[in-house]
């Protein structure tokens, strides 16, 4: 009873922020901008966010199926995106189930809906990835589109979708002229589509980092070589034309980029730097013993197992968080996989496990509040 009184509560609270319309699935007025900037602080591979409510998937569930879960950030209550009447969401045509084959989740709000890829489809010799949705209150899951999967095992970089369109960052082997090789591509397709993108921009790869973000009207991404090289571009929506930003060597390695107004945020990074739009100077932003988060006035780093510290945009230190370990059942190898922030709140998935085998797995959701500077489990596989 509880987990249906949670899901009409978010169901209203969207109808009362204007997101949920007439018409599940019609396109935002403001062609999405209003949903990338929810998401401009997430991490986009295992959550997006739609208001105070911020959505999560395991990366390696502990059941083997993965779920989808929304973290009402006000409450702190966690509960899976299901609207189905009575179901226990343990079976697969459970709402918040994720078909996933390894590699492809890339949550991602346009509208009223979440958006996730799903598994691979073989038709007339070709691979086809599903793009799922469902609505932000757990109903109507439905394949939404399906794009051609122009690469040999390729791998989903960025999912994000504008004004009717999705578009994707991979990368994958290919085999050509007897010759294999990485390539790194950005494709398009409508909403609704079935059938083949349209490539944006294709160029060779090499085994590094590779992200992107988007931002009313541009598609800004980036990619480091072996080397360390950055090779940054942007895609100008309408112009349809893909452009060199940069090309040399950073601060330092990142993996996550924030796009402002006047600059670009590059995070999970040590030290987190931005790169300015007006005269293409860096700017180292904070630096810390470990990757170092961006959430728009504050940033984060884990400076040990149990501590972690909050920064001012300024990069100045604000605080230092001790994490009580007995908010975990165990005291064992744990792997923090960062979600992304929401109103000051810091969210990680934390997997812990007796060795390296993983058997007897455990993992959790954990939120760092850098408001309170208090750390909270509001989930745990316990409670699925």
């Known amino acids: ?45 295992l959550s997006a966010r739609s208001g105070q409510f911020f959505y999560f998937t395991e990366e390696s569930p502990v059941n083997g ?15 899976p995106l299901c609207a189905k009447p009575e179901c226990t969401h343990k079976k697969g045509d459970c709402n918040a189930a994720i078909p996933s084959d390894f590699g492809n989740i890339n ?29 932000l209150d757990g109903s109507d899951r439905r394949i939404s589109a399906k794009i051609e999967m122009g690469l040999m095992n390729s791998i989903t970089a960025y999912l994000g979708i504008y004004d009717g369109t999705i578009y994707r960052l991979a990368y994958g082997d290919v085999v050509e002229n007897g010759r294999s090789y990485m390539v790194g591509t950005l494709v398009s397709l409508p909403l609704g589509g079935d059938g083949a993108s349209k490539e944006l921009f294709r160029t060779e790869f090499q085994d590094g980092a590779f992200f992107g973000t988007l931002q009313p009207g541009k598609l800004w991404f ?26 040399g060597m950073p601060p330092t390695y990142a993996y996550r980029m924030t796009a402002l107004e006047d600059r670009l945020v590059f995070h999970e990074a040590c030290p ?42 300024d990069g100045s230190v604000l605080q230092d968080g001790v994490l009580d370990s007995s908010l975990f059942k165990e005291e064992n190898r744990s792997t923090r996989t960062y979600l992304g922030v929401i ?42």
């Open 272 to 313: 987190a730097f931005s790169y300015s739009l007006e005269d293409g100077t860096f700017t180292e932003l904070a630096n810390a013993e470990g990757f170092v988060r961006y959430g728009g006035d504050t940033m984060f780093a884990w400076t040990s197992l149990d501590v972690g510290r909050c920064f001012a945009e």
């Open 1 to 45: 009873m509880k987990h249906r009184a949670l899901i009409c509560l978010l169901l209203l609270t969207l109808f009362l922020m204007g997101c949920v319309r007439p018409g599940s699935g019609s396109e935002p007025a403001d062609k999405g901008a209003a949903n990338l900037a929810d998401n401009a602080y997430l991490s986009s591979y």
């Open 107 to 135: 949550l991602t709000v346009y509208g009223d809906r979440l958006y996730f890829l799903g598994e691979s489809e073989r038709k007339d010799d070709k691979r086809f990835l599903r793009v799922y949705s469902v609505g």
């Open 222 to 247: 980036c990619m480091y070589d072996s080397g360390g090289k950055m090779h940054l571009y942007v895609y100008d929506i309408d112009a349809d034309r893909v452009d060199t930003v940069f090309e």
């Open 65 to 79: 199926a993965n779920r989808i879960y929304v973290y009402d950030s006000v409450s702190g209550d966690v509960f």
């Open 343 to 384: 109103d000051g709140k810091y969210c990680f998935l934390v997997d812990i496990a007796k060795d390296d085998s993983d058997e007897e797995k455990h993992n959790y959701f954990l939120v760092y509040d850098s408001k309170t500077n208090t750390f909270s489990v509001p989930w745990d596989s316990d409670m699925k």
